[in-house]
């Protein structure tokens, strides 16, 4: 079976409305987001310029040669405007402007222009659910009386019970707890509750209101003057809430507080359902979110260039996944089923599979990532052997660790597999050198609002985030000049340090730079899936264009079929490809 990466013509309807097939153009030559490699930069842990031990704009303006010559296409930047910080700045407190902790507004113009100098595209993240608490739109709404314009922006309500000592609903937020805080009012007295999905510090606003809208048209504006090529959008699933805020209880084995559901070894986000027909969480994946970005999309078209909307969106199955990226919608949405799919061939080829031809049903091209700020790393991930909900991280207590070893290797397996596939992925800084997750964080580090409102029941995110290194002798490891790490970073480093790996054959960082190579000589974005099959069971082969992956997802050496090594995740000898890796071969000539 052939699937490729083009547009065909679109099955489904562009509007909720009225089902009239479209036909999506061929693309453009220019529709660079259709094959591109988006590095995700996390700007606090990637480097430090002035010695905080905060990673800033400055910090990453001067590292950017080394992704330009690891060959990724763009990058995006999470998230570093105005903000105090309670969840590592997904609490906007103003969305046009640079927090002091990260620079100036002038800085991230430098970075901007050096970045496209480099030949390098720049995403820059939008935070649309809520707000910081800090936000000057809420605290107006605190100053305001109950009913007010203020009090509109966000979701206040009354709550239950004789004084008002009920909350609204039974909703709990996605890092544990209530889902909703009440306010007291200036005179002393408890007031209103107000909705917050995550912290107590990130509000929820109400997309339903006009107002609303209107500021983040501006603020899209703003960043796309200034001259971003796009925006990844944050919980772009959530924005609006189902009429009324009914109760909601998660089926067995879920919890809307965040320590989600299984099937067939996929975790899912609390109140997702992996079926088309069963109901979701009335605060996820509601039909009116798709308005917002039909009118998101008439924002982007009027600026020339292509300028992209990627959604994270975390929504199952893919085939409603597909729905954030209408021709008229966002541009790319993660694919946040593959990236929780086992480290199992027949897993992998089933949703390899069902990706390329959910997307491609509606003319858009799939999209694959394996780590970012908020899951457990590849690295450490594929070697778990025990359940591990997303976002509930792993420490020091939890059950079924990874054995370091297996778990590069399987990572550095995936990851070539993942780099030859047709569609556009993502890299999260710190894969491309291997790094592991961080298990072992003394409790008292650890900043993730989850490890705080769970009382240390999930660990959280932190061990993704720390710093990583750039020099294996320098203080920090060339993080930071002064040594300073707002996360402490592990003794066992140094072999992880960029510069210890920079052209030695074999590294992680020349895997992911040959592969990288190879995809962009070969157009393996713009290519096809060729299933290649009796390899046995646990393999995963296919052919892409002048490109045949064969992955030994098992721990049993298979022979390789004829073809020149062109790529190689782990040690060959002669045509024998052992467990847990992957090659790229030239494909035979037919
Ligand atoms: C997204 C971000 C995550 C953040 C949350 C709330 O899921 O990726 O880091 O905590 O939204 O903004």
Redesign the pocket.
């Known amino acids: 079976m052939t699937i490729a990466n083009a547009p065909e013509p679109v099955a489904e309807s562009s509007t909720d409305a009225a089902p009239t097939p479209q036909t999506q153009p061929t693309p453009a030559p220019t529709e660079w987001w259709r094959s591109a490699v988006i590095y995700q930069i996390y700007p606090r842990s990637f480097a430090d310029s002035n010695g905080d031990g905060i990673g800033d704009l400055p910090g990453i303006t001067d590292r950017l040669p080394h992704l330009a010559a690891l060959g990724v296409d763009a990058i995006w930047l999470s998230p570093f405007y105005t903000s105090p910080q309670k969840?590592?700045g997904?609490d906007v407190a103003d969305y046009c402007n640079v927090d002091p902790l990260f620079g100036t507004l002038d800085d991230f113009d430098q970075l901007q222009s050096k970045a496209h100098e480099l030949g390098l595209r720049v995403i820059v993240d939008i935070?649309p659910?809520?707000s910081s608490d800090a936000h000057a739109w809420f605290q107006a709404a605190l100053a305001s009386a109950e009913g007010s314009p203020e009090r509109g922006r966000y979701i206040f309500r009354d709550g239950k019970g004789e004084n008002g000592e009920i909350a609204p609903n039974n909703w709990e937020s996605v890092f544990g707890g209530p889902a909703w805080t009440r306010i007291t009012n200036e005179d002393g007295t408890p007031g209103q509750w107000y909705l917050h999905l995550?912290d107590t510090s990130?509000p929820d606003l109400d997309w339903t209101n006009p107002w609303v809208r209107e500021q983040f048209r501006d603020i899209l504006r703003f960043w796309l003057d200034r001259g971003v090529d796009g925006f990844r959008v944050?919980?772009a699933h959530g924005m609006i809430k189902a009429a009324g805020l009914p109760d909601f209880t998660p089926k067995p084995g879920g919890s809307m507080g965040g320590s989600g559901s299984s099937v067939e070894g996929v975790s899912l986000e609390p109140g997702i359902s992996d079926h088309e027909d069963e109901p979701t969480a009335p605060f996820w994946a509601q039909d009116g979110v798709h308005e917002i970005y039909r009118d998101w999309h008439e924002v982007l078209a009027e600026y020339e260039g292509d300028r992209v909307l990627c959604a994270?969106a975390w929504v199952e199955p893919l085939t409603k996944l597909a729905r954030w990226v209408r021709p008229d919608e966002m541009h790319q949405a993660f694919n946040f089923t593959y990236l929780e799919t086992p480290w199992s061939a027949q897993a992998l080829r089933r949703v390899i599979d069902e990706s390329i031809s959910a997307f491609a049903s509606v003319g858009a091209p799939s999209t694959w990532v394996l780590s970012?700020?908020?899951v457990v790393r590849h690295a450490s991930r594929l070697a778990l052997t025990a359940e591990n909900p997303q976002g509930a991280g792993i420490g020091p207590k939890s059950p079924g660790l990874p054995d370091a070893e297996l778990g590069l290797q399987r990572a550095r397996a995936a990851s070539a597999l993942m780099l030859g596939l047709p569609g556009s992925a993502y890299v999260y800084q710190g894969e491309e050198l291997g790094l592991p997750e961080v298990i072992h964080l003394p409790d008292e580090a650890r900043q993730d609002p989850t490890w705080f409102r769970t009382n240390g029941e999930r660990y959280g995110?932190d061990g993704c985030r720390v710093p990583i290194p750039w020099d294996a002798d320098a203080p920090a490891y060339g993080f930071s000049p002064s040594g300073e790490s707002w996360l402490p970073q592990p003794a066992d480093w140094a072999p992880f340090a960029r510069e210890a790996q920079i052209g030695v054959e074999g590294s992680t960082l020349e895997l992911y730079r040959e592969a990288l190579a190879l995809r962009h000589d070969h157009d393996l974005g713009f290519g096809s899936v060729t299933w290649m099959t009796g390899l046995g069971e646990a393999v995963v082969a296919f052919t892409n264009g002048a490109i045949t992956v064969v992955a030994n997802t098992g721990s049993v050496a298979i022979e390789l079929p004829a073809g020149e090594i062109l790529l190689a995740s782990g040690d060959i000898s002669g045509s024998i490809l052992p467990g847990d890796t992957t090659v790229w071969l030239a494909t035979a000539a037919h």
């Open positions: 969840d590592a997904y935070v659910n809520h995550f990130q944050d919980v994270e970012n700020h908020d995110r």
